[in-house]
């Protein structure tokens, strides 16, 4: 007689319809805590001072603890839905100083490894995907970049149409609320400013100059640059481009991109930054990012810091790229 015991692989996990589908019982379960102690903090505030309660956005550290793997295949037991629930991926989105860092993580994941997602992983991305959507309608900024992310994002679906784990109602429904993004940014209208309202071209210099100093992305310097006469020789200038240089790249990669009798002195700063991002890429530079705790293996958010469980050793930890961060779930 067959002996039916319990997969010694894992012990499984439970589960729990819900209105939006299937749910992990245990990620529902820290939800619904996570927003009754929110409630309640609040609630505390609101008695001790109301106007202080409006401020209050979070009231815990967002992190997880993650379970590693010795194998090459698999290099975490923690899933990417309950990693991203824990660290609240979907208020990170709507965080200006996060938001870069979370787009990127999407647009890395949806572009390489969407269809091979388990089902809660794929609605956990589509959920983080309508937060950010949401932001941009908000602050109307960013739209290009979104309106990119959609489109790699409904490739990524016709691609795996065929091919894809869960269910073709999932996958269904993950077209229909794509659908609904893209309408929803296609309608957005932007203000066009009236003749009479101050523009960006009647700063001083300086203060132009400024705001140029803080662009990091080429394009974004020319596109200025187009916008009136002034701008367009700011943007010429050859200190812009060489801060972007020693910012980016470093003086080995710098004399590789150099041509025969060339030196660093005889090249247009602009020409060399245009070679250096052609041949190295374009460096990602990001205001938060996550970090991995090396004595814990917390994951967590640089802003928000993580409750280590070795406080007395000195801190030591290492910022994952959202490459790393799809690597380290996605493997
Ligand atoms: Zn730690």
């Known amino acids: 007689m067959p002996f039916l015991g319990r997969d010694w692989r894992s012990g499984g996990d439970e589960w729990l319809k819900t209105e939006k589908g299937w749910e992990k019982v245990k990620i529902r379960r820290w939800k619904i805590f996570e927003n009754l102690n929110e409630n309640v903090v609040s609630r505390c505030y609101k008695r001790y001072d109301p106007e202080e309660s409006k401020q209050i956005a979070c009231t815990t550290q967002p992190h997880i603890f993650i379970v590693k793997n010795s194998t090459k295949e698999q290099k975490c037991q923690t899933s990417l839905s309950e990693a991203f629930s824990k660290l609240d991926m979907s208020g990170a989105a709507r965080d200006i100083k996060r938001f870069s860092y979370v787009r990127k993580l999407l647009e890395v994941i949806i572009r390489n490894k969407f269809s091979s997602l388990s089902g809660s992983a794929q609605r956990c991305i589509f959920q983080i995907l309508q937060e950010t959507v949401q932001r941009v309608i908000q602050t109307k900024n ?40 893209m309408i929803a940014l296609e309608e957005l209208h932007i203000d066009t400013p009236t003749d009479e309202s101050p523009s ?8 132009m100059r400024e705001i140029l100093y803080k662009l990091s992305d080429r394009e974004d310097i020319i596109n200025l ?7 367009s020789s ?46 190295f890429g374009f460096k990602e530079d990001y205001t938060e990012l996550l970090n991995l705790c090396k004595h814990c293996n917390a994951l967590y958010w640089s802003c928000h810091g993580h409750p280590c469980p070795y406080p007395d050793l000195e801190k030591e930890s290492a910022s994952l790229s ?7 779930f996605c493997s």
């Open 200 to 207: 960006l071209c009647d700063l001083p210099d300086d203060c």
């Open 225 to 231: 640059g187009q916008t009136c006469d002034r701008t």
């Open 234 to 279: 700011l943007t010429k200038e050859d200190g812009l481009w060489r801060d972007l240089c020693v910012y980016y790249f470093d003086e080995v990669q710098m004399a590789k991109v150099l041509k025969n009798n060339e030196t660093i002195e005889s090249v247009r700063w602009s020409c060399l930054y245009e070679r250096l991002v052609k041949r």
């Open 322 to 328: 959202p490459v790393m961060c799809m690597e380290l």
């Open 142 to 181: 960013d739209v290009k970049l979104m309106k990119t992310l959609l489109n790699d994002t409904h490739k990524a679906l016709n691609k795996g149409k065929y091919l894809h784990v869960g269910s073709r109602s999932l996958w269904n429904m993950h077209l229909n609320s794509l659908q609904q993004m």
